[in-house]
Structures are given as structure tokens and as C-alpha cells.
């Protein structure tokens, strides 16, 4: 009688399948993209929290790209990516005339797409305990390039007749260029004695250690050093507002919410598979808890979906008309196109 074993063709699927499922788990371990190549990322120190963790959480599925997050600050960034130097700049302030002409005179095309929003935040020491509040025209005569104010009783005649220290970003900085346009009235335009620094770790501790100073900075960084900082609510004439997460998204605290934004080289898109998939892992709407993990506020739904249909077009240019827009939302200026 002829019998038929299944075993000898059994064992040849079985390690065909087992081959397979080692292939993949290697794939898995090495990133399993099968990417290759490097992104280059520089600009904002304010925007550098977002696309570390972006790049940290994309390096995890893809092993074989080499991503590099550099801090220059706003202007430094948009210097190296209109020479061509780097795929992507991270900018705290839109991109302005002068930097557009210079990319163009480079031959560089970039799409401009806002990843978050950001409130703008004014602090003082934790010691001080006579400012509750401040208006845009206090912090207009505190600022202004022609400032009288010295002490604080400069400011109101019932404060401490105490000379006030000031910290803030340096000249370099997009948070300096928006705050001077959205308080003072002209990017740019700010009384020069100071202490500046890129370094938004340095503004923290210069606040924290003297009692009488006065500084601002992004929120997020508010919140890692909050038990060391004093925020401060910034009346616009209606009543005074504190940045938190729901104000500065719905557009309460005015004017001193911002969009924090990416600049990507098209050709870089076009001719790297590995940048495309990195802003494509950006504009994953999934990903928006690395935005909030960062201090920062998500974009609402509506407005990931006009930014991603922005980068798949591939709009080149800029919204913003050559510099910040303060007051106008984000809704707008997308559907503008």
C-alpha cells in the first residue's frame, strides 16, 4: 500500500515561514523602513523641542537615516537653509522679505507649513509679589526702543521703587522679532540694555535668580521651569489673560499668540525619499502628543487638514506676506491660498 507523508513539504513551509518571520523581525530591529540617507534640520531653539522628539520617534522606525537637529535660532536657521545647507528650518516667526529673496537668489524653493502654537509668555522672579498683571502698553513703554522705564515704579507709581532687570531672546531670535512686532508695533524694534541669550535655558535662570527681573520667552519653557518662574497675565484692553494650553488655542490670549512653523527645501522632498517621509511622520495629526508632551498647543483637526493638503500640493512661498501677522488665524491665512 503507497502512503503519502505530509511531513517532508510541511517542513519546507515551516522554514520558509520561519525564514520569513526572521527576515521581518530583522527588518523591525533595524527600522524597518528600508530608508537610507540624512535629514538635516536646523533654525528655532523654541521649535527644537518639537522636532527632537519628532526626529527621535521617526529614527525608531527608520534606523538607517541619519537625522541632525541643530539650534541656530530663527534667523541663524533660515541663513543655512537659503545657502541650501539643511532640508528643513524651524522657525518661531514667518520667514521675512529680505530671507525670501535670499533663498530665491539661491535657487531654493520651500513650502512653509505651521506644526504648532505657541503663547508667547512674560514672567517675573517668584519673589516678586506686586505684579498681577501687565498691559500691552505697559509692556510697549517697558520695551520701546526710546524707554524711559528704569524701576518699576516707572511703571506704576505704587511698585517698588526697584530697578528692573530685563532678559530676552537675542537679536537672532524669532520669539524677539514677534514679540517686538505684536507689543512694540515694529519687528524688530526694542530698547537694546538687555540680557540676551539663544539659549532659552540661560533667560530661565536669569529670571530665577534675580528678584527684580522681567523677561519672556515661549510657553513651553514656562512650563518645565514653572516652580522656578511667576507668570505674568498680559491685559490687551479687554482684562487680563494668562497663557495656558485653551487660551492660547483659541486665540484668547492676544497678542501674543503665535504659530510655530516649518520651512522644507522642495527639491530636498523632491529628491529624498527620507525627508518626504519625515515631514509626512510630522503632519501625522497621531503624532500631536509629541506637540503637547513639548509644552506646546496641537493644531485643531481642521487646520492639520489644510496644512497637510498644503505639503501634498506642494505650495510653495509663504502666507504670511513677508513677516508676522499678529491676530490673524491660522484658518485664514491656509485657506488664503
Known amino acids: 500500500m503507497k502512503t503519502v507523508s505530509f511531513w517532508p513539504g510541511l517542513r519546507i513551509g515551516f522554514l520558509a515561514g520561519l525564514v520569513l518571520m526572521v ?42 537615516v541619519r537625522l541632525t537637529v541643530g539650534i541656530s535660532g530663527t534667523g541663524g536657521g533660515f541663513k543655512k537653509f537659503c ?45 516678586n509679589d506686586w505684579v498681577d498683571h501687565l498691559t500691552v502698553e505697559e509692556l510697549k513703554r517697558i520695551w520701546e526702543p526710546a524707554s524711559k522705564v528704569k524701576r518699576w515704579s516707572d511703571v506704576r507709581p505704587e511698585w517698588p521703587d526697584k530697578r528692573i532687570s530685563l532678559v530676552g531672546p537675542d537679536t537672532d531670535s524669532g520669539t524677539f522679532d514677534y514679540f517686538t512686532e505684536a507689543i512694540v508695533g515694529e519687528e524688530g524694534a526694542s530698547r537694546p540694555d538687555f540680557t540676551a541669550s539663544t539659549d532659552d535655558n540661560v533667560l530661565v535662570q536669569a529670571i530665577a535668580g534675580e528678584e527684580n527681573a522681567l523677561g519672556y520667552f515661549g510657553y513651553a519653557f514656562f512650563v518645565a521651569n514653572m ?9 490687551p484692553g479687554n482684562g487680563p489673560v494668562a497663557p495656558t494650553e485653551q487660551t492660547i488655542g483659541d486665540g484668547t490670549y492676544q497678542p501674543l499668540s503665535r504659530p510655530l512653523l516649518i520651512y522644507i527645501s522642495k527639491r530636498s522632498v523632491t529628491e529624498k525619499p527620507e525627508v518626504l517621509e519625515f515631514v509626512n511622520f510630522f503632519l501625522d495629526e497621531e503624532n500631536g502628543l509629541l506637540v503637547e508632551e513639548g509644552g506646546y498647543v496641537t493644531l485643531t483637526s481642521e487646520i492639520y487638514q489644510l496644512v497637510r493638503q498644503r505639503f501634498n500640493d506642494r505650495v510653495t512661498g509663504s502666507m504670511f506676506a513677508g513677516g508676522s501677522q499678529v491676530g490673524v488665524s491660522l484658518e485664514e491665512l491656509l485657506s488664503r491660498r
Not at 523602513?33 to 540624512?38: A, E, F, P, Y
Not at 537668489?105 to 519673589?127: H, Q, T, W
Not at 516652580?227 to 491685559?235: F, S, Y
Open 23 to 64: 527576515l521581518a523581525l530583522a527588518a523591525c530591529g533595524d527600522g524597518g523602513s528600508g530608508l537610507t540617507g540624512s535629514v538635516k534640520i536646523d533654525g528655532s531653539s523654541t521649535v527644537f523641542p518639537i522636532a527632537e522628539a519628532m526626529g527621535e520617534e521617526f529614527q525608531l522606525l527608520n534606523r538607517k
Open 83 to 127: 545657502r541650501g545647507e539643511t532640508d528643513i528650518t524651524n522657525a518661531s516667526r514667518p520667514i521675512k522679505t529680505v530671507e525670501v529673496e535670499t533663498c530665491a537668489d539661491n535657487g531654493v524653493e520651500f513650502i512653509e507649513l505651521p506644526i504648532a502654537i505657541d503663547g508667547l509668555s512674560v514672567m517675573v522672579n517668584p519673589k
Open 227 to 235: 516652580d522656578k518662574l511667576k507668570l505674568v497675565p498680559i491685559d
